[in-house]
């Protein structure tokens, strides 16, 4: 079934179509949006309303707030914090900052449980490139070891059109500049933690651990914007 778009380019959705590509039921999609969690949808031709990525990347905030333990009421209150007008691309952005703060998390499951924790069927191509981005690892007796805090993003990136190789070559520049900032991060703050004890310096990495990965996040994305910017356009 092909899905319609609005005259931006953005997907318009039934909310059959949103709930499902979330991977969360009607109900739920319906009574986020009665708490406001959700902003209402467009309303097209004959009463049907529509949604788009918005709706797509608040769904998955929600989701990575949830398995932060957040309660529900927690969640209301930082969204309600949130600028109203956010993009999409602005959503990610707070999903991968709330994502930051989870401990890393590698489990053992099946194919079947693969599949129902990436939201949509896999097929055997579909793993091989999980597994060649780290994010999946297959194990003796048809399990796999599954990066949790990966998964979303691998899923994502099987559908951006790059090849396989430039997406590993994306992934290995990412990861060293990444390692190569870390550290120099970490040795600008040795000195300053060099003359306290051991529950201060816990203390300080705690509260500098989401504020520096949204920091990176935030300039990255600037330089990237900039550089794009200078591409020549047709």
Known sequence: MTTDTTDAGEPALTIDELAARAGVTVRTVRFYGTKGLLPPPVIGPRRVGHYGREH???????????QQGMTLAAIERYLRQLPPDLSAHDLAIHRAVVASWAPDTVETVSRADLQRRAGRELADGDVARLAAMGVVRADDGG??????????????????????????????????????????????????????????????????HPLVVQALLTTFQRSLKEELSEWPTR
Do not use: N, T
Not at 56 to 66: C, F, G, H, N
Not at 151 to 178: C, F, M, N, T, Y
């Open 56 to 66: 797509i990347a608040r769904l998955a905030l929600i989701e990575e707030l949830q």
């Open 143 to 208: 399990s796999y070891r599954v990066d949790l805090g990966l998964l979303r993003l691998g899923v994502q990136l099987l559908d951006v059109p790059l090849s396989q190789e430039a997406i590993l070559a994306s992934r290995k520049v990412l990861v060293e500049h990444s390692r190569a900032a870390a550290h120099e991060l970490a040795e600008l703050f040795r000195g300053e933690v060099a003359e306290r004890d051991a529950r201060d310096v816990k203390s300080l990495s705690a509260h500098m």
